[in-house]
């Protein structure tokens, strides 16, 4: 949290209002940062989420092709970004 260490720094009475805009600016770059990771790491969970219950459905015998549907949909998805991404 390098920006949190700045503001420690920053007398706020006397910081002018550039300075103040400019970490306000890089926190909200971080934010924004953090929101795209996650959710990235949450698509990855739900496609991992949902091979492992199309593995399960092999596996063990139950075929529900809604869910196989909706399995491919979601992982060839998450992989189309996956590969720009990269």
Do not use: H, P, W
């Amino acid at each position: 949290m390098k920006s949190l260490l700045e503001l420690e720094q920053f007398d706020l009475e006397s910081a002018s209002q550039q300075q103040v805009a400019a970490l306000v600016q890089a926190l909200l770059e971080q934010v924004k940062k953090a929101a795209s990771e996650l959710q990235s790491k949450d698509e990855k969970i739900q496609a991992l989420t949902y091979e492992l219950a199309y593995l399960r459905r092999i596996r063990y015998g139950v075929k529900k092709r809604n869910l196989l549907a909706n399995c491919k949909r979601i992982c060839c998805r998450y992989l189309e970004r996956g590969c720009r991404r990269c």
